[in-house]
């Protein structure tokens, strides 16, 4: 096999050094070079905080030390996300990371509460959900692996500083191999046979060369974009948020161990509790609202004194055709880009570095492994699109035109056939290797009012009194083993305090 000499990646963003990391492990032994390429002039996105709980699979692959990470980056714990007025003004619900109940006589929990709903019991199905009822009293400690206890019935993430993360990784690769090199790319030539990326051309004249190229230049999408010509297929039609606008701000209060992500009249705004700061951000449509409005109702939504100047992010939401182009592998924004409402975006960069390890070509680039890679990562951000387009689209809220317009609009048939079939029978579809599982789609599909019409015909295999009362236990087993847990500061103080190892 001719096999790849060397690996050049372009920027130090989070997506470059989360590639470079794992490549640096992945590549261990084979002698395959790793060179990285980044500018200090031109600097990252500096945004990408929140993140999701197959992070742990990320890090369990790389043996990276949790309290390290967390202590590095300033991290806190995320049990979910809140969302706040989506539905309709007013309204809040948790969109948590774990189930809902417990499953009985081999039906999804969820028919039980439907049923039940039906003959008047008003509980929410947030009573059901400890990572709910956990982060809703501040509270954190982390789950346990006994699968008869309820404290395995939840996960977590983090929120951390983005730039530090970044940093940590750099460490992290430099330390097995990675060679950094400083520099603006100014120049990149193609093989004029076969048109792959030959090599790239510092503005201080160093040529760098390479057998696989690695863009992650984010928005700049300076090799699948500029060199190679990929296009771009644009989802602003669906997800029409094309703006953020991040501002920092000083902590006011103890961290809370979740993400809350606020609906506002022309986008909405997320908070991310970090250990030493909050980060804030509003996502909006330039459509419907200024960037001077959106910075003022930023600045005015922000708990606490706002730290540095706004940061103005602009972008348009879809992906590359091919994250995959002949001997160039788009990973982070260059490949794309669906709005953070989820904080799928770190996700979407470990999906691509675990499918590009499992496709690690030789230098023939077989087009059988780049179409497998490219059909998975395909699926993949369709799959988050959707997601994301259903908090859009099933809102109550019509009090402005850009929430008139998100309520009107023709959405994919995927994301139909799956609202129908949920609506019809409460039957949730989804896939066992997708991001999203029945509990996610409950949370949000419950969460913005969605009812299933009917419910499974196997509850009635127990009557009312029997549902009610095993219900009520699960309520009130929720409710004590929140009691009972540790809080978030509390939790985070004794486990990877920024302070105390200050201190
Ligand atoms: C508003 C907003 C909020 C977000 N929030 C979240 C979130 O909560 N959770 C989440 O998972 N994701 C989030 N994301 C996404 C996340 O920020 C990105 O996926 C992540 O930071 C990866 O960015 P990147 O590394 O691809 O690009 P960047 O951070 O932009 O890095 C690009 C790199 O390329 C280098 N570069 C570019 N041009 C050149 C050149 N000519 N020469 C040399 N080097 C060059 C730069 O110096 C830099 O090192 C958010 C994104 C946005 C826009």
Partial sequence: ??????????????????????????????????????????????????????????????DIDERELMRASNA?????????????????????????????NGVAFHHYWRRLREAGDANDIAAYSLATAAAKRGRFSHPTRDAASIYSSYSYAF?????????????????????????????????????????????????????????????????????????????SHWLPCDRAV????????????????????????????????????????????SDDEAVSTALANVEGEAIGDPNLLRFTTGKRSKAWSRNCVSIGLSGGFLEPLESTSIWLIQAAIIELTRWFPARDFATADVDAFNATM?????????????HYYAVERDDTEFWRACRSMSIPDSLQHRLEVFRASGHVVFDASDLFIEG?????????????????????????????????????????????????????????????QGA
Wanted: hydrophobic share 40%; glycine share 10%; proline share 3%.
């Fill in 1 to 62: 096999m001719d096999k790849i000499r060397q690996v050049t990646i372009v920027g130090g963003g989070t997506a470059g050094w989360m590639t470079a990391a794992a490549l640096a492990r992945f590549l261990e032994g084979t002698g395959t070079r790793i060179e990285l390429v980044e500018s200090d002039a031109i600097g990252t996105v500096g945004v990408g905080e929140a993140t999701i709980p197959a992070i742990h699979d990320f890090n369990m692959k790389l």
């Fill in 246 to 289: 991040a501002v920092p701000s000083k902590r006011v209060e103890e961290p809370e161990p979740y993400t809350r992500a606020t609906a506002l009249d022309a986008g909405w705004q997320w908070r991310i509790p970090l250990q030493h700061r909050t980060g804030n951000g509003h996502v909006y449509c330039s459509h419907y609202l």
């Fill in 440 to 500: 996610n789609w409950l949370a949000v599909l419950i969460g913005q009012g969605v009812e299933p019409a009917a419910w499974h015909l196997r509850t009635d295999l127990l009557d009312d009194d029997a549902v009610e009362q095993r219900l009520a236990y699960m309520r009130s087993m929720v409710d004590d083993a929140a009691a009972a847990m540790p809080s978030h500061k509390e939790t985070l103080d004794r486990y990877c305090s920024v302070e105390r």
């Fill in 76 to 104: 806190t714990f995320k049990l979910g996300i809140e969302f706040v007025d989506w539905r309709r003004k007013g309204h809040a619900y948790m969109h948590p990371f774990g189930p809902y109940g417990l499953d009985m």
């Fill in 378 to 390: 395909d699926r993949r951000f369709r799959e988050v699109r959707d997601f994301l387009i259903f």
């Fill in 159 to 235: 929120h951390f500083d983005a730039s530090l993360y970044a940093a940590f990784l750099r460490q992290y690769s430099e330390r097995r191999g990675v060679v950094r090199t400083e520099g603006r790319i100014v120049d990149v030539s193609l093989d004029p046979e076969s048109g792959n990326i030959d090599s790239v051309r510092l503005e201080h004249g160093r040529v760098i060369g390479g057998d696989l190229f690695v863009d992650c230049s984010g928005f700049r999408a300076l090799l699948i974009g500029d060199a190679l010509g990929t296009d771009y297929e644009d989802w």
